[in-house]
């Protein structure tokens, strides 16, 4: 797919993502989103990426859905917006199937889908002039992109329905404080800290931490007993990897261990 709104690079065993709109703070058109999922696909199945990076470019990460594609200014017909919730829903069943980490690099204010697309991410590293505002009641509209399901299970229903209803500016401080993210770090070393973080996560053991991500993926539903069930099956899987024989002799060598993500 050739791109046209996000850059896409990959060193090190990291594809970096980075959505490049920053004129209007990257908000989302349909063929961004598109774009998104699509490199998010392509990670899954190329073995040079063990970790992904997620960020935008200029001084926001994300403002949600691009208003102007939502309801046009001059007055051409409106997009069906189930068509683009439909587009945003592919992202993040992606993002959440994805079985290697993903660090959203949230750079600037993340609002409407895009505070819950870096919320749909493993880890959520801000700097600390961002911000995360789930817009969308001010706009008379439905928190999506999985907000109404990670919102309450990461910081509880009082918080999430604060979150939702009054759509509140939300300081990555007090994100980090409720629980939300991850890491706080000052805005002008972002970019390397979540680089320098990515690359360690993709020297781990990959398809270990793949099948964590399942697992966990797993648990929002399953009770105790799948659960356990799960865990067996996926521990028998992880057990046949390269990794975790590597993993066990470099703690009886004792040596630093080298993962081959297999
Ligand atoms: O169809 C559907 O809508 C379904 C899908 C919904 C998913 C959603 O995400 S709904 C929520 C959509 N997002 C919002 O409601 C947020 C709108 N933006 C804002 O509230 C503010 O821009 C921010 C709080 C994010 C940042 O404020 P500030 O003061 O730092 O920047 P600004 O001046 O408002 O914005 C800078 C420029 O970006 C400005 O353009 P201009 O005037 O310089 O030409 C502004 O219009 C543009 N911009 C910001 N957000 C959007 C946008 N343009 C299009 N769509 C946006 N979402």
């Not at 008379?140 to 309450?152: H, I, K, R, S, Y």
């Not at 659960?227 to 975790?244: I, K, P, V």
Request: a negative charge; glycine letters at 8%.
């Amino acid at each position: 797919m050739t791109l046209q709104y996000i850059t896409h690079d990959v060193a090190d065993g990291v594809a970096t993502l980075t959505l490049n709109r920053p004129e209007v703070l990257n908000s989302c058109n349909r063929p961004m989103v598109a774009e998104l999922a699509s490199a998010v696909t392509s990670a899954a199945s190329n073995d040079a990426v063990r970790a992904v990076v997620l960020t935008g470019a200029g001084r926001a990460f994300c403002a949600g859905q691009d208003l102007a594609e939502a309801v046009p200014p001059d007055g051409e017909r409106m997009p069906d917006i189930g068509d683009i919730v439909e587009g945003y829903n592919a992202l993040i069943r992606g993002l959440r199937s994805l079985e290697k980490p993903v660090v959203a690099a949230v750079n600037g204010v993340a609002a409407g889908a895009g505070a819950n697309i870096a919320l749909a991410c493993d880890f959520v590293i801000a700097a600390d002039n961002a911000s995360f505002i789930q817009a969308f009641a001010k706009i008379g509209l439905v928190p999506d992109n999985g907000g109404t399901f990670f919102l309450p299970r990461l910081v509880g229903m009082a918080r999430a329905t604060q979150l939702a209803m009054l759509a509140e500016k939300l300081t990555a401080a007090q994100a980090l404080e409720w629980g939300l993210i991850y890491r706080v770090v000052p805005a002008a070393e972002l970019p390397g800290a979540a680089r320098t973080f990515a690359v360690e996560l993709a020297g781990q053991p990959t398809r270990g931490l793949g099948l964590i991500k399942r697992a966990l993926n797993a648990a929002w539903s399953n009770d105790l007993d799948r659960q356990l069930d799960l865990e067996a099956e996926l521990q028998r899987e992880a057990g046949r990897t390269a990794d975790y024989l590597e993993g066990v002799r470099a703690f009886q060598q004792k040596r630093k261990p080298s993962f081959a993500g297999r």
